[in-house]
């Protein structure tokens, strides 16, 4: 019987972290429904360029350009006016306000990048322009952009950012419309969603993040459940009464509770281009031999002879499992001095033959 070989090719491991058991705040993994962001995006005009703009043979830049001026009491009787005009660019320009809101007055900054043939922004700056949220339904003006463009990157100089160079022309999140975002009303008995983030959204979390906040507030449900898990990654959570009032302070308790480390799902993520490995979760191998020129491992088979060969056991001969820890093998592979570029290609074929329990991703 041949024994079984691992053709070895391509990259390595560099990163792994075992659970710890540590509390960890529901803020950590969860989100409100309706409690994000909010991007504004609008299109305007960069001046006082060094002969790296559209050009004047650039069709929207030229009639953008004569509706600004018309604007200024300037008109211009003819386009063609305008033929030289290569110290202008048309430019998209986007913002961001962030979650926790913000409020007329305030200041955020900007992103313009060109949007059609200019050479470079160096040196311009942006005209007043209007911005409404990016799902251009709503066609009020939210805030306004202008400023000096800063080049950040020497080798993209059609894209630039401005600092502080939007100014909020009301409060985007007021108290009555913010709430009405976050808190559903549609039912008797008003709720939030929290929405779990992509790695800790599982089946399992679910179930324990529901348990833990009706446990916390088991003195106020007069044995009603008030979470009640939707989806692996959307838990509904009523409002008590004594809280409806205020349901920003509710928010904040819910967020503010604890559960220890939460569960994830056993991944193996690989990068062959970086050579960097990230295991997340406690990913467990099945028995198996790995016989290489320089190596031989058995996997929860004990010490075993195969055709002469030895194949040394990663157990420590006291352990009653019947599979063994990724960590194990790795480490194991670092004492013999088994090249990186060969690790990944354990781990590959380890996977493909069914004896790596975990979800397995290669980019």
Not at 171 to 185: E, G
Not at 198 to 210: D, E, K, L, Q, V
Not at 235 to 248: A, G, H, L, N, S
């Amino acid at each position: 019987m041949k024994s079984l070989l691992f053709m070895l090719t391509i990259c390595t491991f560099s990163v792994f972290a075992q659970q710890i058991n540590a509390q960890i705040r529901l803020e950590s993994i969860c989100t409100v429904h309706g409690h994000e962001e909010v991007r504004l995006i609008g299109m305007g005009i960069v001046v006082g360029l060094d002969g790296t703009g559209d050009g004047g043979k650039a069709g929207p830049t030229i009639r953008a350009l004569a509706a600004a001026m018309k604007a200024m009491h300037t008109p211009v009787l003819d386009a063609k006016e305008l033929t030289n005009a290569k110290n202008v660019a048309i430019v998209t320009v986007h913002a961001t306000i962030p979650k926790t809101g913000s409020h007329k007055g305030q200041r955020i900054d900007c992103f313009v990048s060109s949007y059609l043939s200019a050479k470079s922004l160096r040196g311009g700056r942006l005209l007043v322009t209007p911005l409404q949220s990016d799902d251009l339904k709503n066609e009020i003006v939210i805030g306004t952009a202008e400023g000096a463009i800063v080049i950040e990157d020497a080798i993209q100089a059609t894209t630039g950012r401005i600092p502080m160079g939007v100014i909020v022309k009301d409060s985007y999140f007021r108290n009555k419309d913010y709430l009405q975002r976050i808190v559903d009303t549609s039912e008797d008995k008003p709720k939030i969603r929290l929405l779990l983030d992509g790695p800790h959204s599982s089946f399992i979390s679910a179930r324990t993040i529901t348990e833990r906040i009706n446990e916390a507030f088991e003195f106020e449900s007069f044995g009603e459940q008030h979470a009640k898990a939707v989806s692996p990654s959307i838990i509904d959570v009523q409002i008590p009464k004594t809280w409806q009032e205020t349901p920003i302070d509710f928010i904040a308790e819910v967020l503010d509770l604890k559960i220890n480390s939460p569960h994830s799902m056993s991944k193996v993520q690989v990068n062959s281009k970086t050579g960097v490995v990230i295991v997340s979760g406690d990913v467990e191998l099945s028995p198996v031999l790995i016989n290489h020129p320089n190596l031989q491992i058995s996997i929860g088979t004990g010490n075993a002879v195969i055709n002469g060969a030895t194949f040394k056991s990663l157990s420590d001969g006291q352990s009653t499992r019947t599979t063994s820890r990724l960590d194990q093998l790795v480490k194991a592979l670092n004492e013999l001095g088994v090249p990186r570029d060969a690790m990944i290609e354990v781990l590959r074929e380890l996977a493909r033959s069914g004896k790596l329990h975990a979800i397995y991703e290669e980019i």
